[in-house]
């Protein structure tokens, strides 16, 4: 492991220093009140996570310690949380993905808990078990529902046993191309090939017409393996004209499971998405309750413990399990925004062995909250990573609106990570309201840099899209490409 050191860029009333060991401390008073469910918790993770985890943390009077790499030294994380260690390199296979340096770090700076966000280690049971093995609490599931749960063909077998409705295919990893093609034979086109260890949008392709079936399913396995060091796939019927919807859960270890409400998250690039809201709009009374019963049995089935998302797809009044997500998720903050629960205050209570501290009665979802996901990418170039010097960085301000960012003028966007700059969040009494003030929110918002390009302009285009504003688009909205889309000149 590295030495840390001080970022050389304080934020303003505090001072660091290095402490023996290469920790460095910012030496923040502890708030005063209840006994928090940890002394110390390590945030192994980065960016606007990073920062979300340090300041549920801060107001339950737990100190943070942030893990991070080199190319995070002068990290808006690393400011904020009240120690630091870096891991190493830039590279997040020598850092952040590297787990002997992440628990090293945990145990030198005497955490109790290792909160993991999302991505990186987060849906990796073997970490979570190492985590158990050194004392260490996994602020998530127990590995092995994780381990179950993170194949996703295993996955469909378990929640189609416990009576969610899943898409024709494949319970099982396809054992080569005789099986596939007998498979598609059977459930015929469009089809989707899944890596079985997939996830946050990455390992499938679609599959439309049989000469393209074999070639296909070779580079996803290739894919897969290069990616998830695992080449396994799965194979499922595909929905040209579905939405996405997930459900969000919260269980402990007392063996109270609920529901905290759906979101929509049709809006996607290359299965990724970039706009969510909640609660989804069109949808029947009957196909609401009929997702958050499911994602709740689900969760049972499974002995699930912490915070976690159930992903369907819905088309017209029929659902799809796609898969569960055993994590907090990206899109959070809409969830926490239209119900007034913070997420991971519940995620550290339940690790702590406490109840959840609601129940599903209490949780009566208010108006609407709408996420738009900003970019260091090019819309124009299919979305590919346009990263650079954030040379001016003017987030917008204004009542209900909400901004996750780690970015800040004179930080580089690292270009060993996602692209991800900022989420604005705004909520408002209905969706009209709320799309109107994300709309401002957005023409508000100034990034700008050298080399830097933003999805704020096509994301301003989404909002002005008929579909779109009726609450009709499905996950084929961005398919064509963002030509299609309204031209909207900055306000």
């Not at 209900?400 to 966007?413: C, E, H, M, Q, S």
């Not at 096509?458 to 889309?485: K, M, N, Q, S, Y």
Request: glycine residues 10%; proline residues 7%; charged residues 25%.
């Amino acid at each position: 492991m590295g030495t840390s050191r001080t970022p050389s860029t304080e934020a303003p009333g505090v001072s660091g220093h290095t402490t023996p060991g290469g920790v460095a401390e910012n030496g923040r008073p502890r708030p005063t009140g209840a006994r928090p469910p940890f002394d110390t918790v390590l945030v192994a993770n980065r960016g606007e996570i990073a920062l979300r985890v340090i300041r549920s943390c801060r107001e339950l009077g737990i100190r943070t310690v942030v893990a991070h790499s080199a190319a995070d030294d002068d990290s808006a994380a690393v400011r904020a949380a009240d120690a630091s260690v870096r891991i190493g390199p830039g590279p997040s296979r020598r850092s952040y993905l590297y787990a002997p340096a992440v628990i090293e770090a945990a145990l030198s700076t005497g955490a109790q808990a290792v909160h993991p966000g999302y991505g990186f280690l987060s849906e990796d049971p073997d970490f979570a078990e190492i985590c158990a093995d050194n004392g260490l609490v996994f602020v998530g599931p127990r590995p092995e529902v994780m381990a179950e749960l993170g194949d996703k063909a295993l996955a469909r077998r378990r929640m189609a046993a416990a009576g969610l409705p899943v898409l024709p295919g494949t319970t099982e990893a396809v054992r080569g191309t005789d099986e596939i093609v007998e498979i598609a034979s059977r459930i015929g086109f469009p089809l989707i090939i899944k890596a079985s260890a997939g996830g946050g949008g990455r390992g499938m392709a679609v599959v439309r017409a049989a000469d393209d079936l074999v070639p296909t399913y070779r580079a996803t396995r290739a894919a897969a393996r290069s990616t998830f060091g695992d080449d396994s796939v799965y194979v499922e019927r595909y929905w040209d004209r579905a939405r996405h919807v997930e459900v969000q859960v919260l269980a402990d270890t007392h063996g109270t499971v609920l529901h905290l409400g759906e979101r929509d998250c049709s809006v996607q690039r290359r299965h990724q998405k970039l706009v969510e809201e909640s609660p989804a709009p069109g949808l029947s009374a009957d196909l609401r309750s009929r997702l958050c019963e499911y994602a709740v049995r689900g969760a049972r089935a499974v002995g699930y413990t912490g915070a976690g998302t159930f992903e369907f797809l819905v088309q017209g009044e029929e659902i799809a399990f796609i898969e569960m997500n055993c994590r907090i998720q990206v899109e959070h903050p809409v969830t926490e925004m239209v119900t007034g629960v913070d997420i991971v205050r519940e995620q550290l209570m339940v690790a702590a062995g406490h109840p959840v501290s609601l129940s599903q009665r209490e949780i009566v979802p208010r108006g609407v909250a709408v996420e738009c996901r900003v970019n260091a990418e090019d819309p124009d170039l299919d979305f590919a990573p346009r990263p650079g010097l954030v040379s001016e960085f003017v987030p917008p301000g204004g009542p209900f609106v909400r901004v996750d960012t780690a970015a800040y003028p004179g930080w580089r966007v690292p270009t060993e990570y996602d692209s991800l700059l900022a989420k604005v969040v705004v909520w408002g009494p209905d969706r009209a309201q709320a799309l109107s003030r994300m709309d401002r929110a957005l023409d508000e918002f100034r990034v700008a840099g050298p080399g830097l390009r933003t999805t704020v302009g096509v994301l301003r285009r989404v909002l002005a899209e008929p579909t779109f504003r009726a609450g009709t688009h499905t996950t084929a909205l961005l398919a064509g490409g963002v030509d299609r889309l309204p031209v909207v000149e900055p306000g």
